[in-house]
């Protein structure tokens, strides 16, 4: 009877089915997507202000601009949350 050998270094980076490995890429995913949702709050917050101004507001595309940006971010605050709540109910232990 043979005795299994390992798999060569090579390919044992591939094997992507442990816990600890999904647990990292939930990790990264999560900090990841807070860190795209803090500059896109911070982008569109400076929007915000600038599109505010009274002179800004009196062109009409700068008005549509001024509601993206406070659409963008809802749209962010709700991906954050989601992303809080999807990798806090995952139980990978």
Known sequence: MTEASPPPA????WQLNST?????????YLVSTLVFVA??????????LVFSS???????SNVYLLTLAIS??????????????SSSSSSYS
């Open 10 to 13: 090579d390919q044992a980076c």
């Open 20 to 28: 600890a490995t999904i647990q990292l890429s939930y990790n990264i």
């Open 39 to 48: 500059v896109g709050l911070v982008g569109n917050a400076l929007s915000i």
């Open 54 to 60: 009274a002179p800004m507001r009196s062109f009409s």
């Open 72 to 85: 963008d971010s809802f749209y962010l605050i709700g991906s954050a949350l989601t992303s809080i709540s």
